[in-house]
């Protein structure tokens, strides 16, 4: 049985991860309404990720036998003023979550629970990935700049990337 305390900021990145895709979800409707399709593309599939880490969060707490308690989710933004302006707050929003997963891992250590801590660490990893990621496309995105051939190469690219679920599992 998992303890109250690590249940409820178990329960709180459920939320977190929800609104991580509501998000992206809100940036791809940014970029299709800028017709790029690609860049709209590799956020839905983002979307699709983080919808994955809420559910391993909730399928978590269940195994435990604790109480899973889902919060309002707050409105994302709606408009960014570039590509990169969107990529930076993707990089930003990251990093924040990177410092929340490492507040749980501080508190499963805390708790001594290990199975929790155990179970955080593929967080620990895929974050890496996700702050690498993003910020690959920023620096993608400050070499070709805001227009011209450079950008529409770049949504051509972003428009391979397909969502597979067993990338989020391992
Ligand atoms: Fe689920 Fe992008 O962190």
Redesign the pocket.
Known sequence: MIKEKVQNELNKQINA?IY?SYLYLSMSAYFESTSMAGFANWMRV?AK??LA?AMKFYDYIKERGGRILLHSIDAPPKEWSSALAAFKDVYK??QK?TAMINELVDLAIEEKDHATNNFLQW?VT??VE?EASADEIVQKLKIVGSTGSGLLMLDRELAQRVFTPESTIE
Request: proline share 0%; net charge negative; glycine share 0%.
């Open positions: 991860e991580s983002q990720e983080e880490h929003h990251e979550v967080f895929e974050q996700e």
